[in-house]
C-alpha cells in the first residue's frame, strides 16, 4: 500500500503546491484525494476554512521516460541489471520465449517485455503486470536498497490502458454533467486512478475522489459543488 500524506493551503491549489514542494515531485507523481475544498468565510474572515487534501506518491510517474535522457550512474545500472535478470528468472516458470529489453532513465528504469502470448502476463485489467512489477521491486529493493523507480510493460500495453481510461474517463465526466449525479468506477489501481485524475483535473464541471483503502480504491465522479 501507498503511503500517504496530508497537506493544507488556502485552496486546493496551493495545498498541491505545497505537497509537490516537500515531496520534490511533479503534480503528475501524485495522487491527489481532496479532504475539503475550504471556504472563505464571512467577508473572507470569520469562519473561513483551509483546503485539505491526501496525497500518495505513484512510483510510476506518468512523465513521459521514454524522452529523457539516459542514465549511466552506477546506482541505476546495478538496479537495471538486477531488475532484468530477476524478471528473466520469474518469466522462464511462465513463458519459453518471453524476453525483456531496459531502458534506463535518471531516477528510473523500465522494463519491455516481449512474448508471444502476452494477455498471460497482462492478466484482467493489467493485474498480473501489476502484480509482476510489485514483486520484482521487492526483490530489487531488498538486495539493492535503492529508491529507483522500476516500471514494466508488455508490447504496449500500458500506452493503450491509458488512451482507453482516458476516453472513458471523458466520457463519464459527461454523462454526471448532464445528469448531475456523481458515477462511481471500479476498483482500481493507484496508476489507473491517476490516468482518471488527469483526464478530468481541468474540467470545472466535475472532481474526482478515492475512496476506499488497499490497492484497489475505487474512484467516484462528482459534480462540482458551486459556488
Known sequence: MLDSYEFE????EEAVRKACKELEVSEEQLEIEVLSYGSTGIFGLVGAKKARIRVSL?????AKIDEE???TTDETEGVAETAKRTLEEILSFILDDATVTVAKHPHSVRLRIEASNPAILIGRHGRTLDALQYIVRKIVRKKKATRVGISF????????RKASLTQFAQRLGEKVKHSGKPATISPMNAYDRRIVHIALKDDASVRTQSKGTGLFRKLIILPQKKR
Open 58 to 62: 505513484l512510483e510510476t510517474p506518468e
Open 153 to 160: 510493460d508488455v508490447e504496449g500495453y500500458r500506452d493503450r
Open 69 to 71: 535522457k539516459p542514465d
Open 9 to 12: 493551503g488556502k485552496t486546493k
